[in-house]
């Protein structure tokens, strides 16, 4: 499965974006699909993850109640939507995808598709 992330952009601090993954090749309605990003000179960091059963949501510490996953298997699309947006929000998002699990990880390794990501940037 190929996964095409989009979305990002510039927006100022306390805006909102929404991100989208499109998969294509296969349909991943089945699959787990977690967010995470990457910020210039740090570590690669979960964002958050949506399960394909129930579904199941789990986000990092850092974006709770202000970050929504969600997922509409007909389009083939997840989507993180970001509201009350910080400076230090700002990354590369990428969105990833495994086909093995039934629920959420906040482990890299766990997924086995990515996408090439997304910039996001917020202003002060």
């Known amino acids: 499965v190929q996964l095409q992330a989009s979305g990002g952009g510039l927006v100022q601090a306390g805006g909102s974006l929404r991100l989208s993954c499109a998969a294509s090749?296969?349909?991943?309605?089945?699959?787990?699909v977690g967010w995470f990003r990457q910020a210039p000179g740090k570590e690669r960091e979960f964002v958050g993850a949506i399960s394909w059963s129930g579904p199941i949501t789990s986000y990092a510490d850092s974006v709770k109640g202000r970050f929504t996953i969600s997922r509409d298997n007909a389009k083939n699309t997840v989507y993180l939507q970001m509201n009350r947006l910080k400076p230090e929000d700002t990354a590369v998002y990428y969105c990833?995808?495994?086909?093995?699990?039934?629920?959420?990880?906040?482990?890299?390794?766990?997924?086995?598709?990515w996408g090439q990501g997304t910039q996001v940037t917020v202003s002060s």
């Open positions: 090749g296969r349909t991943f309605s089945t699959y787990v």
């Open positions: 990833a995808a495994d086909a093995t699990s039934t629920y959420t990880s906040n482990r890299a390794s766990r997924y086995s598709y």
